[in-house]
DNA sequence: GATTGACTTAAAGTTAACTTTAACTTTTAT
DNA sequence: ATAAAAGTTAAAGTTAACTTTAAGTCAATC
């Protein structure tokens, strides 16, 4: 256990993070975070896992699930710092994934703004202003919307 | 009751909205939808529920909880069609929301590619390649990507 | 040494958004 | 009339992502 600044306990790696201690508990049962123990059995983080929750914390904050997280932090090394092109491979992936996001969001909100502009021509084409839901063909759900 | 086209089954209905009975018994437990009922208890939706589910689909898209869908549907009427004034009303709100998550994600990914890309000029100010993590003192969590 | 704060664990609890179950009634089709 | 399908209800179950609890040990400080 070489030079102790570079290992936190599970406090100081919670507050460095702004997560829970909890979560971290429940992150490290989950295999998505790894500590060493020193002889009280206390964790000891390393420092690289702060960039590890932090990408954790930006997976999330896509949508992906836990599950799915651990399998993509299964491209990275566990136990230094990701180098550039650990960093590459993965985040490739997750941009993809953004930008399809940003797509959707994008057209959703497009349509909305069409149909409040007038920007639709015909009433009966208009699928949101057609009382009479005579669309009724098009398929279960809000496809006017999505599609 | 007339006219027997103007109501539907639960089942019909949850056809017809691409969700299930079950979905649709929970959202009227909610209050979020409401329906009539026969001399044998069954329950039948006036056409003008298929539109507002659609709504709820909508909104939960875009990330509203039940709760805050209820709050908004408050301001849609209950029994016939929403008018244009009703809808403009509604989705503005749900377009500045939508906006705010367009943003975010924009920025997010931008964030991303500036940092793969060598748009980072500093390998001290670029804090994802900062492997001794010297901007400790920017606050917790993954700041960089977000801000 | 004593006290307080930080840490440990397993297991139970919370939350939201449903789904399923069990036991029944009603409706539809033959 | 009968059987199958569709409907009813209340309550329990599922899932993911945690949090809290209960009961203890370890570490730091006085």
Redesign the pocket.
């Known amino acids: 256990m070489t030079g102790s600044s570079n290992y936190m ?4 790696t ?1 507050k460095r993070c702004g ?5 971290l ?3 490290e ?2 295999g998505l975070i790894h ?1 060493a ?7 000891r983080y390393h420092r690289s896992m702060i960039r590890r929750i932090a990408v ?1 914390q930006v997976a ?1 904050s896509l949508g ?6 651990n399998d993509a932090l299964g491209s990275l090394p566990d136990q230094r710092t990701p180098t550039k092109k650990d960093w590459e491979r993965l985040s490739a992936d997750w941009r993809d994934r953004l930008d399809q996001r940003i797509n959707i969001l994008t057209k959703l909100r497009d349509n909305l703004s069409g149909c409040i502009g007038c920007g639709c021509l015909s009433l009966r084409r208009c699928k949101l202003y057609n009382p009479d839901d005579i669309a009724a063909e098009s398929g279960a759900g809000p496809r006017f919307l999505f599609d």
């Open positions: 306990t599970i406090g100081e919670a997560v829970a201690t909890s979560a508990r429940f992150y049962q989950k500590s123990r020193v002889s009280g059995n206390h964790r954790i999330q992906l699930s836990l599950a799915e997280i």
